[in-house]
């Protein structure tokens, strides 16, 4: 892995982080209770775009290497990456909303995983390993662990359900860039990688498949689907190290 300096955030810092990302919790909030068969994912893009402006934050992906929209909506067999259109949300579908925003020059990032209406069993199960999977992962994110012993904690975790790891996208340092050092994997080995100081803040982001772990990009350049078109799922939380242990700066 490269060996990139990692930031250190000052608890004053960390509090500003605090602020965006509880404005990001609180916009994935208001999406959360917005998600129902008949929407489509363009009105959830309008709903985001209008909230952050009403906070006085700027949307995070909106024009990041060219991205065009404020969301990430990834239906199904999309990993991540996926591009609010008229496509329109139907039972049984689980959707992922990622969401990040800037402001007071700090970013926050977080993403859910939500199951619209009755969704299969197996939806249902993916959706909750992927959820705990993030929590075993925060639980990692303690002063002398290793980086690595997040990403086990994952991998671990949602392997021993049946499911797999996407390995193309990691999780991110975060704080005045959206992507800072480290790169945060779903998968390796304990006790490897840097040692977890106070003060790192990373943004942790699980994402699942239910069958293979292989991935695609669609011809948009973006979208990133599952290979053998099964079900995904991606929950992420800002979270910050600090003596106390770990603070997840986007839970309300
Ligand atoms: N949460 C994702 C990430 O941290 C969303 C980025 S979408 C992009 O990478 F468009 F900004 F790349
Ligand atoms: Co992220």
């Given at each position: ?37 008949g929407i489509t994912t363009l009105d959830l893009e309008k ?26 909506t990834?239906v ?7 591009m609010p259109s008229k496509r329109v949300i ?163």
């Open positions: 892995m490269k060996k990139e300096i990692v930031i250190l955030k000052t608890p004053a810092e960390i509090e500003i982080m605090r602020r965006s990302n509880l404005i990001v919790a609180e916009i994935l909030q208001i999406l959360q209770a917005e998600i129902k068969a709903i985001a775009e209008e909230e952050t402006k009403k906070r006085g934050a700027r949307p995070a992906f909106k024009g990041y290497r060219g991205y065009p929209y404020c969301l990430c990834s199904n067999n999309e990993v991540v990456h996926g139907n039972e049984g579908d689980i959707v992922s909303i990622d969401f990040g925003v800037l402001f007071d020059g700090f970013y926050g990032d977080s993403a859910v995983t939500v199951p619209v209406g009755k969704v299969c069993a197996d939806a249902q199960r993916l959706v909750n390993a992927t959820a705990a999977s993030l929590d075993k992962a925060i639980e990692a994110a303690v002063v002398g662990n290793r980086l690595l012993d997040i990403s086990a904690a994952v991998q671990q975790y949602v392997e021993a359900e049946g499911f797999s790891v996407v390995r193309e996208f990691v999780g991110h340092g975060i704080g005045r860039e959206l992507h800072e050092a480290p790169q945060v994997p779903n998968f390796g080995i304990p006790g490897r990688g840097i040692k977890l100081k106070a003060g790192m803040v990373l943004a942790i982001e699980p994402m699942i498949n239910l069958g293979e772990c292989d991935v695609r990009i669609l011809s948009d350049g973006w979208t990133a689907v599952t290979a053998d078109g099964k079900l995904s799922a991606h929950f992420e939380h800002t979270v910050a190290i600090t003596p106390e242990g770990p603070y997840i700066l986007s839970r309300i």
